[in-house]
């Protein structure tokens, strides 16, 4: 039986592993053994977890991205006077290392993004995923200075785009807008029509770091979308169907002062069938 040790959100098995985005094996008794010996058991790690469980033994579970953002393999998009992406360290905190900082510049329409696979690297009907970010924002937007921050699945994730035209015709997404809501608002795009998630608790967008993680089962006809483990709804329609890809954008709408978004992690799980390989 294959096992995927990986934050349950409901309690679980402790994991065994101490090493953040290793690959180990593990016999009947829990015992690790060497590297490239494997026998029924497969347990993979990754940060941020606070629980840990097994999938059912019918599952093959796969990584499909584990990325700490020092691993800085991204397409970038920078927009206006000052504008700008780093990721050289320079804006470390404890327990977050190989930070990337998105900075709008000081352009009232300046921006900046990161995006990987746009042309359409992952479909949501070939298995259950589970896609987390963890993301901060120092300072939240105002009247003065507004901007619009988008994380997720996406087809459209270019600094240089209207707000309105991210995340794109096909999507999963997270999004803070002050000038709507001071709360974290989460949906999805099936080409081009919108549907945002109910059903779940108001999280306001604060300035510490946030983990946002939605699902989607294995058919695709249900995403939820949580933050900080509690769910703020679940989308049953509009769930796209074609290829996206992933990334993030911070666009400044309002005011001349420079404005950031800084993302620490992302991971994205698919539970594939055994029935794939027949």
């Known amino acids: 039986m294959s096992q995927f040790f990986s934050s349950g959100g409901g309690g679980g098995t402790a994991s065994p592993l101490t090493t953040k985005g290793d690959l180990y094996t593990y016999d009947t ?26 999938t059912s033994s019918t599952d093959l579970s796969v990584f499909v991205e584990d990325i700490w953002f ?14 700008k992406i780093t990721s050289d360290g320079s804006q470390p905190t404890s327990g977050h290392p190989g930070i990337v900082d998105l900075e709008t510049g000081t352009d009232t329409n300046g921006g900046a993004a990161i995006r990987r696979g746009l042309g359409g690297q ?17 300072v939240l937007a105002d009247v003065t200075d507004d901007f619009v921050f988008t994380i997720g699945l996406a087809t459209t994730m270019s600094s240089s785009s209207a707000v309105g ?10 999004k803070y807008i002050r000038s709507s809501s001071v ?19 108001s999280v306001a967008v604060d300035t510490n770091w946030t983990h946002l993680r939605s699902t989607v089962n294995a058919d695709a006809t249900e995403v939820e979308f949580f933050v900080n483990g509690t769910s703020i ?7 796209p169907s074609a290829g996206m890809g992933v990334g993030m954008v911070i ?20 539970n594939i069938s055994p029935s794939r390989f027949s």
Request: hydrophobic share 35%.
């Open 29 to 54: 008794d829990n015992t690790r053994l060497p590297r490239g010996v494997l026998t029924s058991d497969l347990v993979m790690t990754s940060s941020n977890m606070s629980s840990w469980s097994n």
């Open 70 to 83: 020092e691993n800085f393999n991204w397409q970038q998009s920078i927009y206006g006077v000052g504008s």
């Open 122 to 138: 992952w479909l949501l009907n070939n298995g259950a995923y589970m896609m987390d970010y963890i993301i901060k924002i120092p």
């Open 165 to 174: 035209d991210c995340p794109g015709s096909n999507a999963v997404f997270f």
């Open 183 to 201: 709360n974290w608002t989460a949906g999805t795009h099936a080409s081009s029509s919108e549907t945002l998630s109910t059903g779940g608790s």
């Open 233 to 239: 709804g679940t989308v049953t329609t509009n769930i």
């Open 251 to 270: 666009k400044k709408t309002a005011g001349t002062t420079e404005r950031e978004a800084y993302a620490d992690y992302l991971k994205i799980v698919q």
